[in-house]
């Protein structure tokens, strides 16, 4: 919140927390918190944001790039928000996309990336893997664009 007041000189923190309050209660935009067993923890760390319509994220973007990864991770949030799941980003030493729980369990570590090519490879699979240690958890995926490739690490 703080960051955004600064960004665009707008008056009060609390302003901000009720305008994104707003947008999500009318299902504009969704947060995503970082996963931690504390809800206090979940509260104070940042959320990751998405939108209801991609659109959306690119016309109101700062940046000059397509990020079409970006759009490809928000379009599966989308996707997976339709299974009545509790959604978490995990972050510890790496980031993994999303963590899926039902009823308390850890049900599925999902890393989202256009492409895994040599530069993004050790980053995008550290951070899967990191998460999937963290819940004990068999397998995990790697969602890409148009890439069909299987991993296995032991």
Same mark, same amino acid.
């Given at each position: #919140?703080?960051?955004?007041?600064?960004?665009?000189?707008?008056?009060?923190?609390?302003?901000?927390?009720?305008?994104?309050?707003?947008?999500?209660?009318? #299902?504009?935009?969704?947060?995503?918190?970082?996963?931690?067993?504390?809800?206090?923890?979940?509260?104070?760390?940042?959320?990751?944001? #998405?939108?209801?319509?991609?659109?959306?994220?690119?016309? !109101?973007?700062?940046?000059?790039?397509?990020?079409?990864?970006?759009?490809?991770?928000?379009?599966?949030?989308?996707?997976?928000? =339709?299974? !009545?799941?509790?959604?978490?980003?995990?972050?510890?030493?790496?980031?993994?996309?999303?963590?899926?729980?039902?009823?308390?369990?850890?049900? =599925?570590?999902?890393?989202?990336?256009?492409?895994?090519?040599?530069?993004?490879?050790?980053?995008?699979?550290?951070?899967?893997?990191?998460?999937?240690?963290?819940?004990?958890?068999? =397998?995990?995926?790697?969602?890409?664009?148009?890439?069909?490739?299987?991993?296995?690490?032991?």
């Amino acid at each position: #919140y703080n960051s955004i007041k600064k960004m665009f000189d707008l008056g009060s923190v609390n302003s901000i927390s009720d305008y994104l309050s707003w947008l999500e209660d009318c #299902y504009l935009l969704f947060f995503v918190s970082k996963f931690s067993w504390s809800p206090k923890s979940r509260n104070i760390n940042p959320r990751k944001v #998405y939108a209801i319509d991609t659109g959306l994220i690119q016309n !109101n973007t700062l940046s000059f790039s397509k990020d079409s990864g970006r759009m490809l991770e928000n379009t599966v949030y989308l996707f997976l928000r =339709q299974k !009545n799941l509790d959604i978490y980003y995990f972050k510890e030493k790496k980031e993994c996309d999303f963590v899926l729980f039902e009823k308390n369990t850890c049900v =599925q570590c999902i890393q989202v990336c256009e492409e895994v090519h040599r530069e993004n490879k050790e980053r995008e699979l550290n951070g899967l893997l990191e998460a999937l240690h963290f819940f004990n958890m068999p =397998q995990g995926y790697i969602i890409t664009k148009n890439q069909e490739l299987s991993l296995i690490h032991i």
